[in-house]
Structures are given as C-alpha cells and as structure tokens.
C-alpha cells in the first residue's frame, strides 16, 4: 500500500519561481526521503531527513518535516527547467523493510 | 549515478513466460529491495534481501522470487508473466548497520518490461 501522498498531483511554474511540494504519511518513520525522476526512469535520491530532525538543506533544497502532522514538504527554489520531473515522498517506517511511496508530484519548470 | 546497474533495460516478453531481471548493488552494500513502478504510480516494494536471505516481502505473489549472491548482486525471477507485470522494475541497494539503522536507498536505472 502506498503511504506517502503528494500534494499538488502537478505543478507548473516558471523559471526563477519556488516550487513547493507536500507529503502526507500515516504512521510513524524512521526517516522520509525525497526522490526525482525524470521521464521513467531510475529514482534520484534527494535528501534524507530522520524523525528526530526538523529541517534540512540541500542547494536549493529545503525539506521540513513535522511528525506530529505527520507532514513533509520540499521546497525548490529559483527552480529551473532541469528541474522539471516527478518528485516522489518515501517513508521508511521503524516496523518495515519498505519504502513506501507515494505517486508522486509531476512539476513542469517553463523558461 | 549511484553506482548501481540493471539489466537488461528494455525487455519484452509474451503472457506466460518467465523473466529475470539483474542488479548489480553499490559497493559495500548488503541490502537490496526490489520494486514495481506501473505507469503514474509510485514504486511499489516487492521484497528485499540482506545478505543473501529475504527479509521482507511486500504484496506480490509467490511467482515474485529473488535471490542474492554473496557478491550483493541480486536477480528477480517473475513467473508465469501476466499483463498486469508490465512495469518499470527498479533495484536499490543501502547499507543495513549494525544497529539496524537503515540508511540511503540508492536505485538503478531500471528494467522497463513489457508483456504481451
């Protein structure tokens, strides 16, 4: 079963905008991480951020997390068109082996 | 790149028959997973292995089997091929500690199968 849910489904912004990018789950996790990809193929591993922390930075990554809503979220700032892809939530829960994700956030970046 | 390959990456194959589709892990890691990614969808967990034993398996029949060799390359094995198993199927290999604590899975490329 899939645990992550993004929100929006699909974005579409323009070059230099922020895209932001939300992920419900529905028990607790060891740590949620971010994942890209591009037209189908392999996922790209993001960022990892465990449950004990608040908030991280990557770039011009930023990803919050807040166990208590059981809620993440990704922001990618002055986005580009390379950006553009779908953009997948995973949470690896304490009592699995899985990551569980979602189906994803399809962001289009436009010049 | 991540350091982890699969192959083959297109294949076809006809309702019925059997396929098997390759990892090869990141060096220094001992745990694979297995998913099944349908089109518009998220990945879907399989199973996965530590050293060389299935510890985890997700909702797939017994047609799903796998194995892991002891140099962390690892095979999936998908008998009796439905249309349904036309997918995007990706590796991802991490590093399993100690502790238990579980970090970083880091996929292939992926296999894109294609059953008529």
């Known amino acids: 079963s899939q645990q992550g849910e993004e929100d929006p489904q699909a974005l579409s912004i323009q070059e230099g905008e922020n895209a932001t990018m939300n992920c419900s789950y529905k028990?607790?996790?060891?740590?949620l991480q971010w994942y890209r990809q591009n037209s189908g193929r392999g996922l790209v591993h993001l960022i990892l951020?465990?449950?004990?922390?608040r908030e991280k930075h990557s770039g011009r990554l930023r990803v919050t997390l807040d166990t208590s809503k059981k809620s993440s979220s990704l922001l990618i700032t002055a986005s580009r068109a390379a950006d553009t892809a779908s953009y997948f939530c995973a949470t690896d829960e304490y009592s699995g082996y899985a990551l569980n994700f979602g189906k994803g956030t399809s962001l289009l970046v436009t010049p | 790149e991540t350091g982890v390959t699969q192959s083959p990456t297109h294949l076809i194959k006809t309702r019925g028959q059997q396929v098997t589709l390759r990892c090869s892990s990141q060096s220094g890691h001992n745990t694979v997973s297995w998913y099944q990614q349908a089109l518009g969808q998220g990945p879907q967990f399989i199973f996965q292995?530590?050293?060389?034993?299935?510890?985890g398996r997700g909702n797939f029949p017994p047609r799903f089997s796998g194995l892991q060799f002891p140099n962390y390359s690892s095979e999936l094995n998908v008998n009796a091929l439905e249309l349904d198993d036309s997918a995007l199927y990706l590796c991802?290999?991490?590093?399993?500690?100690?502790?238990?604590?579980?970090?970083?899975?880091?996929f292939g490329p992926g296999t894109r199968l294609l059953v008529l």
């Open positions: 991802a290999s991490s590093l399993l500690g100690l502790a238990g604590v579980r970090e970083t899975q880091y």
């Open positions: 951020i465990r449950s004990n922390e």
């Open positions: 028990t607790s996790i060891n740590n």
């Open positions: 292995y530590y050293r060389e034993e299935e510890n």
